[in-house]
C-alpha cells in the first residue's frame, strides 16, 4: 500500500512539472516599446523599471532605489559596448575570411586553369540551389512555417 501511495506522489509530482513547464506564456497584458523589447517574446526592461521593480519587490528606500539604477545604467552601457565590440570583431573576421577565400581561389585558378575554375564554381552554385530547394521544401512541410492561406470569398 505504501508503495502505491508513494508511486502515486510521484507520478502527481511529475505531472505537475510538466504542467507548468508547458504553461510558460509571455506576459499578454503588458504592452511593451520596442525599445524595451529583446530578441523574441521576452521584454528588455529599462533600467528605470528594473530598479523601480527590484524596490517594490524588496522595500528598497529612495537612496538605494538611485544607487540601483545607477547599477544598472551601468550595467547596460558595458553590455551595448560588447555587443558593438563583438559585431566590430565579426566585420573583421568576415573581411579576413573573405580575402583568405578570394586568394584560395585565385590559387586554384592558377592550379586547375580559369575555364575548369569557372565549371567548380557553376558546380557550387548549383550544389547551393539544390540546398536552398530542399530547405524551401522542408519549411514547406511544417505548418506553423507554412503561409497562412487567403481568405475566403464571402458570397
Given amino acids: 500500500m505504501k508503495k502505491y501511495a508513494m508511486l502515486a506522489l510521484a507520478t502527481v509530482f511529475m505531472l505537475s512539472f510538466t504542467v507548468m513547464a508547458q504553461d510558460q506564456k509571455p506576459d499578454q497584458g503588458h504592452n511593451w516599446k520596442k525599445d524595451e523589447m529583446k530578441h523574441g517574446d521576452k521584454p528588455m526592461m529599462s533600467p528605470e523599471m528594473r530598479a523601480e521593480k527590484m524596490a517594490k519587490d524588496l522595500g528598497l528606500t529612495a537612496e538605494e532605489k538611485v544607487k540601483v539604477q545607477a547599477l544598472f545604467e551601468k ?15 565579426r566585420a573583421e573576421m568576415k573581411a579576413k575570411f573573405d ?14 586553369g580559369p575555364d575548369k ?11 547551393m540551389e539544390k540546398m536552398k530547394e530542399k530547405r524551401e521544401n522542408h519549411k514547406d512541410h511544417h505548418p506553423e512555417n507554412a503561409p497562412t492561406p487567403p481568405p475566403a470569398p464571402a458570397n
Fill in 75 to 89: 550595467q547596460d552601457a558595458k553590455r551595448k559596448e560588447q555587443m558593438e565590440k563583438g559585431e566590430k570583431v
Fill in 99 to 112: 580575402a583568405e577565400r578570394k586568394a584560395n581561389e585565385e590559387e586554384l585558378t592558377k592550379i586547375i
Fill in 117 to 127: 575554375f569557372k565549371k567548380l564554381q557553376d558546380m557550387r552554385a548549383q550544389k
